[in-house]
């Protein structure tokens, strides 16, 4: 998909390439800052799990993202999620794809042999007009040749935003919110969603992934929140 006009998604300047939506310029700024390659919350050695995954590991063996939630890269999921503008997630998806690609000349992950993209309750989704995660995850598995199937997890009723809460309700907010709907037995699973914050959505998730017997779960965001 071409982005509009052939302009940067940032400094609205002409693209070489139109589909790449961002320039080479910007894409130089948005760096992460050094974090843990388990859970992606800031640690001083980038390279090894920190203190807190060593005592208590997330449900998970790795995360990466693009940065943390900060501008420019939070005003362009802003923008996918609440201005319907989708014609950004491959833009987007793109940007995330070069961030795992890195990690994975680094060993630091392995190739996922299915993809799966945290969904929204139906009635959300209606509201949206589309699933912004879906978008993300389609041209990343089609990019890396893993499998893709939309309807794999299922949320099965409505929950409040999890925006709205506080970090005590959220933990409770999502239980028991979702359903498998395909066999990922001996599965390596990449689960992506937009924006990783507390982390309790995709810890949900694993649960219920490592319940039916995945092999590993690495997960892909855009924005990780410190």
């Not at 139109?18 to 050094?34: E, K, N, Q, V």
């Amino acid at each position: 998909m071409l982005t509009i006009g052939g302009l940067c998604w940032l400094c609205r300047m002409p693209l070489h390439l139109s589909r790449h939506g961002i320039c080479c310029y910007c894409l130089r700024h948005l760096t992460a800052a050094p974090a843990c390659p388990r859970c992606g919350l800031p640690s001083a050695s980038p390279g090894q799990p920190c203190g807190r995954c060593l005592q208590q590991p997330p449900p998970w063996q790795a995360l990466v993202s693009v940065t943390d939630f900060r501008p420019p890269l939070s005003t362009l999921v802003h923008q996918l999620k609440f201005s319907h503008t989708p014609e950004l997630a491959p833009v987007l998806a793109r940007l995330l794809l070069l961030r795992w690609l890195e990690a994975y000349r680094q060993g630091r992950v392995v190739r996922p042999q299915q993809l799966i993209s945290v969904p929204l309750h139906r009635h959300r989704q209606w509201r949206r007009g589309y699933n912004q995660s879906d978008l993300l995850a389609a041209p990343l598995a089609r990019w890396l040749g893993c499998g893709y199937r939309q309807d794999t997890l299922q949320r099965t009723r409505a929950t409040p935003a999890q925006r709205t809460l506080t970090a005590a309700r959220r933990r409770h907010n999502l239980h028991g919110a979702f359903y498998c709907r395909q066999d990922l037995a001996g599965c390596h699973v990449a689960l992506l969603d937009d924006v990783v914050t507390t982390g309790n959505t995709v810890a949900e998730i694993c649960a219920l992934l490592n319940r039916a017997g995945v092999a590993s779960i690495q997960i892909w965001c855009l924005c990780r929140t410190l």
